[in-house]
């Protein structure tokens, strides 16, 4: 009897957890295959980059810590979750960017998005709209920006 009662509390506590938002840590991922190739995150004369394969992708800052946040599937794409950052004390500010790769390694990159302070980002995905909201806090006021990426264009909603 009372296996049956810690089984049932786990399934409670896993289907509570499934309706969390997705804010909860994210996880950083070293590479992901993309319908162009290979992307990772490599280095460059001691600076993290983003790369395809062996190469650079252009409009990703190299910088001290690059991660891919998370992968999507948007209209045959793969599109990228990419977040960048300064290290040390003073570079609290994340960048975020979305990294759309196609057939044949053909790349486009977001403009940075900006609005958070090291808090994992919110994300909805509806169809073919990815929402990304970013917290910070300014003194003790919470500010939420919403980015909307829709189409291989980003929008501040």
């Known amino acids: 009897m009372k296996m049956k009662k810690d089984a049932n509390r786990a399934a409670?506590?896993?289907g509570a957890a499934l309706l969390l938002p997705m804010?909860?840590?994210?996880?950083?991922?070293?590479?992901?295959k993309t319908a162009g190739g290979n992307v990772r995150v490599g280095e460059v004369d001691y600076t993290k980059t983003l790369m395809l394969?062996?190469?650079?992708?252009?409009?990703?800052?190299?910088?001290?810590?690059?991660?891919?946040?998370?992968?999507?599937?948007?209209s045959g794409n793969d599109v990228l979750l990419v977040s960048t950052q300064c290290g040390g004390?003073?570079?609290?500010?994340?960048?975020?960017?979305?990294?759309?790769v196609g057939q044949g390694?053909?790349?486009?990159?977001?403009a940075e998005m900006h609005g958070a302070d090291g808090q994992d980002p919110q994300i909805?995905?509806?169809g073919d709209t990815i929402t990304l909201k970013l917290v910070?806090?300014?003194?003790?006021?919470?500010?939420?920006?919403?980015?909307?990426?829709?189409?291989?264009?980003?929008?501040?909603a």
């Open 12 to 14: 409670l506590v896993l």
């Open 23 to 32: 804010s909860v840590a994210l996880a950083q991922l070293d590479s992901v």
């Open 53 to 74: 394969g062996n190469k650079p992708i252009a409009g990703v800052e190299p910088n001290d810590h690059v991660s891919i946040l998370r992968k999507f599937s948007v």
């Open 89 to 100: 004390s003073a570079c609290a500010l994340v960048g975020y960017q979305f990294v759309t």
């Open 105 to 110: 390694g053909k790349i486009s990159v977001s």
């Open 124 to 126: 909805s995905v509806t």
């Open 136 to 156: 910070a806090f300014v003194g003790r006021k919470q500010k939420t920006t919403t980015w909307v990426y829709q189409n291989g264009v980003v929008k501040k």
